[in-house]
């Protein structure tokens, strides 16, 4: 069964804007915490922006701060990542996952997994 579903990937300059979102199931949405992880080829996957689900607690990445805003709509399963003055370097397949908490995204543990959307920034 799939449980989260991003979109909302694309091509865009250095400098643009994209919004990634993540549609999600009943089971893994409520009551967890959200997160955006992206990987590159030939690197590791790392951990992009997390979320509670009463979006109390936000976290991100030290790459992304000032650029990316993670938010969620708890009345549609939504999550979503909008992504400011893009650079080459966030070229990524962005993937979101779903965990009780929110801590543990920060690790990179999650229960559940998207199949992930390719983000592509030309210089």
């Known amino acids: 069964q799939v449980h989260l579903v991003e979109s909302g990937g694309g091509l865009v300059q250095a400098g643009g804007s994209l919004r990634l979102s993540c549609a999600a199931s009943d089971r893994a949405f409520r009551s967890n915490g959200m997160g955006w992880f992206r990987q590159a080829p030939g690197k590791e996957r790392e951990f992009v922006a997390a979320?509670?689900?009463?979006?109390?607690?936000?976290y991100y990445a030290d790459s992304v701060k000032g650029r990316f805003t993670i938010s969620r709509a708890n009345a549609n399963n939504t999550v979503y990542l909008q992504m400011n003055s893009l650079k080459p370097e966030d070229t990524a397949v962005y993937s979101c996952a779903a965990v009780p908490g929110t801590e543990r995204l920060r690790v990179g543990v999650a229960d559940y997994w998207g199949q992930g959307t390719q983000v592509t920034v030309s210089s």
């Open positions: 979320i509670s689900w009463t979006g109390g607690s936000i």
